[in-house]
């Protein structure tokens, strides 16, 4: 419930539209509660029972009202004359006489508005009330039309700014973050329980404020006509708030599983889809359905159990105002039909009540109860919202590994080394990488060479912090790129990996997507450093205005390496990193890259990630890896002489 307090502070932002929500929701309640009194006291007093117009029936009150006060007066007189053991009866006759001279000053004040703007005849005062009642229902409307638009604007806007703090705090996460989550638990709760907070915050400057004051104005109205008779018909409200609490931490805990089911979920769908070729290659489709079924079957048995809670509710809620109205119509009963003003010997009325106040009590008891029954509608809403916010604020308070010193040092474009001293790196309690020292001089194309999983491309992540490494260091022209700004140092590298990361954009917007401010000329002339021109030109549709689909899977694997490696060089960096990135394409492909690479790579740093010895020539000096350990350092030569291991893989 906390983090979804953070939510609802979220929205103090908007202080003007929760004061109108506010306003309109009071004058929903009003209006709600002046059409029940309008409709049962006034026709049912005035028109029904007395056959009456309001000028007769002011000046019948005004003249039943003078003889009450008449009588009661002189039983004060006879009170006070009496012996001093009667206080009580004399405070409690004063009271009754001063309610009595306040009523009778409130009807004459009244009078004459009602013989000047009152019809004059019983069907004419009748018709006048029915036009009252649907022009208060004509603005009740208004108000809660706009009160549900305003509602909606503040959850809206709230869970706008809640998306983009979740948005950019996970854009702050580590890599290795999504490599060990995957994307389908974020997801899951960037779109699932973001609408479930959405929706609880809508419910929160909606039917949580609108419902309680429209009951608020029928209790304070049945209180008006008799406080202590409104209080016996409450003796159930504490019993049922015990029952409403369990049901909704039964609720809540139930929710946040089915939260965590719906992320599961989202991971098969994932992974089933993102892997369809393999599936489909291996027909595993029976086991894919079978997998999904077993997940889909424990979502189901958890909405299954928050609807049984659900269910509960509403009867809970309808039983306790059906016992209460009961109540009160036992109690009221009694004190009618025998004209009296006690129960049990406690007092109850000052005065008795008529049949038509009785009715008007009742009807105002009826029209807090329907509010009630709306506000247990939404307790399932409430806790899922608060189960929601519990989930969406943990990724968002989650501590990111990869930070920035409280005082960065700038990092000036790289102009001398790369240095690995003593790195060690672990993912959780395996370690990757053991010791590493190397460094590389300005200018050099390093070859990084060995069997899978020896740590390669692991040490390729270190350089721009990617992953930190457990202990030693790593320095860029002599400073630690810990102690440098991540956007200096990320600025100055450019990277192609195995698989090349294109979005569904134009060809244009790829290429220069680490270079948006570069012109339509420089991406052009990137892309003809990449040999990537002549394909976009002569073989894309719309040349470079083609949409390459969801992950460029327009595009051939060769043609999105080439855009891939024509993003890097647009973006010009002192740094270059390829990690396998000729591994999966075409030998064409590949000798064109190879013959780009070959002029780009002259005035920077080149680090490439490679299985193809083809690569080699292009490398002034190759660090052999094997177990996360430098096994050989040297050229080509120099290694298929002095290592064994080196003239093996060759």
């Keep these: 419930m906390v983090n979804f307090f953070r939510a609802i502070k979220q929205t103090f932002k908007h202080r003007f539209l929760i ?27 005035i028109c ?32 006070q004359s009496s012996s001093s053991e009667k206080k009580h009866q004399i405070a409690k006759k004063a009271k009754l006489l001063q309610q009595l001279q306040d009523r009778d000053f409130y009807f004459r004040w009244f009078q004459p508005f009602a013989s000047k703007y009152t019809p004059n005849t019983p069907f004419k005062t009748v018709l006048f009330l029915v036009v009252i009642i649907l022009i208060g229902t004509i603005v009740k409307i208004i108000f809660i039309i706009l009160h549900g638009i305003l509602s909606a604007w503040i959850a809206q806007k709230t869970a706008m700014v809640i998306r983009e703090e979740f948005f950019r705090k996970i854009l702050s996460y580590e890599v290795n973050y999504f490599n060990r989550k995957g994307i389908a638990d974020t997801m899951s709760r960037f779109t699932n329980d973001m609408s479930q907070l959405t929706g609880g915050l809508n419910v929160i400057y909606g039917k949580l404020i609108r419902e309680p004051i429209k009951m608020v104005v029928c209790l304070i109205g049945a209180a008006y006509l008799s406080w202590q008779l409104l209080l016996v018909t409450l003796l159930l409200v504490p019993f049922a708030t015990i029952c409403i609490r369990w049901l909704a931490r039964s609720i809540k805990r139930v929710v946040r599983r089915s939260m965590e089911e719906m992320s599961n979920l989202y991971g098969r769908l994932e992974e089933t889809f993102r892997s369809i070729r393999v599936v489909k290659a291996f027909t595993q489709e029976n086991i894919e359905r079978a997998k999904f079924h077993r997940i889909n079957r424990t979502y189901c048995a958890k909405a ?6 659900e269910s509960l509710t509403n009867p809970l809620t309808e039983l306790f105002g059906i016992l209460m109205i009961c109540i009160a119509i036992v109690v ?26 009785l009715l008007l009590f009742f009807a105002l008891l009826a029209g807090s109860a329907d509010p009630a029954r709306k506000l247990s509608d939404i307790f399932t809403m409430f806790q899922s919202a608060s189960a929601a916010a519990d989930r969406v604020y943990a990724l968002i308070d989650r501590q990111v590994l990869i930070r920035e010193i409280d005082h960065p040092i700038p990092l000036p474009k790289h102009h001398q080394s790369i240095c690995f001293e003593n790195v060690y790196f672990q993912y959780e309690d395996r370690p990757i990488l053991k010791a590493i020292s190397f460094e590389i001089q300005f200018g050099e194309c390093i070859a990084i060479l060995g069997v899978s999983g020896c740590g390669k491309s692991t040490l390729l992540s270190l350089i721009p912090r990617f992953a930190d490494v457990n202990s030693g260091r790593i320095l860029i022209d002599g400073l630690p790129i810990r102690e440098v700004r991540l956007r200096d140092l990320r600025r100055q590298i450019g990277l192609v990996t195995q698989d090349p990361v294109l979005f569904n954009d134009t060809v244009l917007n790829n290429i220069r997507y680490g270079t948006p401010s570069a012109t339509t000329e420089e991406v052009i002339k990137a892309a003809q450093l990449a040999f990537a021109h002549d394909f976009i030109e002569t073989e894309l549709v719309n040349g470079y205005t083609t949409i390459v689909g969801p992950a460029g899977g327009q595009l051939s694997g060769g043609q999105r390496q080439r855009i891939a490696l024509a993003r890097a060089i647009l973006r010009d960096p002192p740094i270059f990193l390829l990690d396998e990135a000729t591994s999966q394409i075409d030998i064409t492909s590949e000798k064109m890259i190879y013959e780009a690479l070959t002029k780009f790579k002259k005035g920077r740093t080149t680090i490439m990630v490679t299985h193809r010895l083809s690569a080699l020539t292009l490398a002034d000096r190759i660090i052999l890896m094997d177990d996360g350990n430098i096994a050989a350092t040297g050229t080509h030569k120099e290694l298929l002489q002095s290592s064994p291991l080196y003239a093996k893989l060759f």
């Design 332 to 357: 009221g009963a009694y004190l009618v039909m025998g004209n009296r003003t006690s129960l049990l010997g406690i007092p109850m009325l000052f005065e008795p009540m008529d049949f038509s106040e």
């Design 19 to 45: 004061v109108s929500v506010i306003f309109c929701a009071w004058m929903i309640g009003i209006l709600w509660g002046g059409n029940i009194a309008t409709v049962v006291y006034p026709i049912a007093e």
């Design 304 to 309: 299954i159990k928050i609807a049984k809670y």
């Design 48 to 79: 029904l029972k007395k056959n009456n117009t309001f000028t007769t029936w002011i000046e019948q009150k005004i003249l039943d009202n003078q003889e009450k006060i008449k009588t009661t007066a002189q039983e004060l007189q006879t009170l």
